[in-house]
């Protein structure tokens, strides 16, 4: 089994910054993709960004210029730098991996609040 464990969340004023982390555990073998996910109350889950294997990004154009998301291999885990924060990222965080072997795990979220 793997578990994905996130923290950073917390409550921030509209243009500060955090930093989400989500780290793996268990029987991690070679992660593939890594990637956050939100989701808002009423709304669908939506991409935020994602990493692969390479090192090639992609980020959702809400967020772009804003957001930087990192990945350690040796740690298994997965950043999220956020800054310029606005009310409108306010949600539940999730972190997403993907092993090579096809197996996909999410992790269990952590709310981001974003006053104005």
């Known amino acids: 089994q793997v578990q994905l464990v996130e923290s950073g969340g917390g409550l921030v004023q509209a243009g500060g910054s955090l930093r989400l982390s989500c780290a793996a555990s268990g029987r991690v073998s070679s992660i593939n993709n890594m990637g956050w996910y939100r989701q808002a109350p009423g709304k669908q889950r939506e991409l935020v960004a994602i990493?692969?294997?390479?090192?090639?990004?992609n980020y959702a154009d809400s967020v772009k210029g804003r957001f930087t998301i990192s990945r350690d291999n040796a740690r298994n885990a997965v950043y999220l730098q956020m800054t310029s924060l606005k009310p409108e990222d306010t949600a539940v965080y999730f972190c997403r991996m993907r092993l090579v072997s096809g197996s996909d795990y999410w992790g269990q979220g952590t709310q981001v609040t974003v006053s104005s």
């Open positions: 990493i692969t294997s390479g090192g090639i990004t």
